[in-house]
Structures are given as C-alpha cells and as structure tokens.
C-alpha cells in the first residue's frame, strides 16, 4: 500500500529525530513517498549540523544506549531514506522566521516551497508529526 507520508518535523532533539528517522526510513523502504518537512527549532539544528543529537542527560544515556545495540543514528537513518528518494522541505516563510536563507542549509534541503505547496503534499497522505 505505497502512498505519500508527510511528516512535520519540528523538535530537534534525539528522540524525535529518531523517531521520525525510523519511520521515514521505514516509509521509503516501503515504496511510499516521503517528505520530511522542517520547522522552527528542528531546522535551525539542521542548519548547524545539530539536528538530532541528545538534548539532555536522559537523551544522552538513550544516545548512548543505542550505539550499544548497534542502532542506526538519526542522521544516518534521515541520510538513508534521502537516498531512497525522502524528500527534505522547507517553507519559505519559515526560514525567515527562523532567520536563515537558502544559502544557510545547502544541500540539507532539497526544497523550499511556500505553505500552500506543503499543504497539498499532505493531501490524501499520512501525517506524523514530531
């Protein structure tokens, strides 16, 4: 049942890093379409190469705890379901308010669409939010 899956990611932390990682990867391993779509803190992480990694003590030990059992890392996880054909998005208006440019995420990003765009995307496909 390959569809379209959007999620909204807005938390940079780890937990919903790798929440979001294991799914997208999941999703694209499944034939669906995925877009990850990046907002306020979890993109400006994502622009200094931060996105995911633990934000507290209890994150580092769960951090930690994954690399003992062999667990992929977020941004390996989001790297591979990039190589799938995940797609990373942003909205235009949001960069501004996070106060960053096109030129400040690189390659990060593969999109910057306005709202309405994003909006569609989430038509007649599964949303997660993180």
């Keep these: ?29 499944m034939g669906d379409d995925v877009f990850f779509v990046f907002s306020f803190d979890a993109l400006r992480a994502l622009a200094r190469d931060h996105f995911g990694k633990p934000l507290s003590e209890r994150e580092a030990v769960e ?16 790297s591979e379901a990039r190589e799938m054909g995940a797609r990373f998005i942003a909205c235009d208006t949001m960069l501004k308010l996070c106060g960053l440019s096109p030129a400040d995420l690189g390659k990060r990003i593969d999109e910057v669409m306005g709202l309405a765009s994003i909006w569609r995307l989430t038509d007649g496909a599964r949303v997660a939010t993180f």
């Design 63 to 78: 951090s930690a705890r994954a690399d003992g059992l062999g667990v992929p890392t977020p941004a390996r996880m989001l």
């Design 1 to 29: 049942m390959a569809g379209r899956v959007v999620f909204f990611v807005q938390s940079p932390s780890f937990e919903a890093a790798w929440m979001a990682g294991s799914l997208g990867i999941t999703s694209a391993a």
